[in-house]
């Protein structure tokens, strides 16, 4: 009963903007905007097709592999540069510049040299989260108590100790902020890069619906890919949760 009454004002927000978008729809009677209920009934119409299925198999490809190799990459590098100085100097400035640099610049060069094939596209979405699990992981590495690590080497901790104990568990916490982070630029980066240059899965999908000038269906498609991300990051949440169950266990 608790947990139903905390979800109650967001299911109460939601059911606002359903009807505020029919209100905003009913003003502006344009036929490039869709009505809620068209919206609706074109979400649970992709939903059961078997071509919306594919298509974000295909998608998906690039989204799993990408915020696999950037995480397990991304992590390594950020705990490194973290506890070595010398490495952070010179690893900092490129980590700015990924940050900076706008994207949509960088893909033409990419698709170029590796032509339209998964490859690129795992590489874009990589690029999109790279620098915020390193950053984040880097973050958390700094924030550990330098007294915690001083008092292990007094009672005799050595290097793999030192980080099984106590780095890596103080890092943990602003890590799985990263790969939250980093798993919403990931999709990101796979939309765009669908969107933009190599149109595959999902991309076919928005460029035949809007091609088609059907609204309602293009609409329905970015429910169906919001929906997903939600539930990515839900499965996120809880598998953080179970990672480092002691961080939530202090905060209550």
Not at 69 to 94: K, T
Not at 117 to 134: A, E, H, M, N
Not at 159 to 164: A, G, M, Q, R, S
């Amino acid at each position: 009963m608790n947990k139903t009454k905390r979800y109650l004002p967001s299911l109460g927000f939601f059911v606002f903007l359903l009807l505020a978008w029919q209100v905003f729809r009913k003003l502006f009677d344009s036929i490039l905007i869709p009505s809620t209920f068209g919206m609706v009934r074109a979400f649970f119409q992709l939903l059961v097709k078997g071509s919306t299925w594919n298509a974000f198999w295909i998608s998906n490809q690039s989204l799993v592999l990408g915020f696999v190799i950037s995480g397990v990459v991304g992590i390594a590098v950020g705990l490194l540069i973290g506890r070595r100085a010398w490495l952070e100097r010179a690893v900092d400035p490129w980590l700015d510049f990924m940050l900076v640099v706008p994207m949509a610049m960088i893909m033409p060069a990419l698709i170029m040299a590796m032509g339209f094939s998964l490859s690129s596209r795992v590489v874009i979405v990589c690029l999109f989260t790279f620098p915020v699990i390193v950053i984040n992981t880097q973050a958390g590495l700094k924030q550990v108590s330098s007294e915690l690590v001083d008092m292990a080497h007094v009672f005799g901790a050595n290097e793999y100790k030192l980080w099984v104990k106590i780095l890596i568990k103080g890092a943990a916490p602003l890590v799985w902020s990263g790969l939250r982070s980093g798993l919403g630029r990931a999709i990101s980066g796979m939309v765009l890069s669908e969107l933009l240059l190599s149109s595959v899965g999902i991309g076919i999908l928005f460029q035949t619906f809007q091609g088609n000038f059907d609204p309602e269906m293009t609409f329905g498609l970015v429910a169906l890919l919001v929906c997903e991300s939600l539930l990515l990051l839900k499965i996120m949440n809880v598998v953080e949760r179970r990672a480092i169950p002691w961080f939530y266990i202090e905060r209550v």
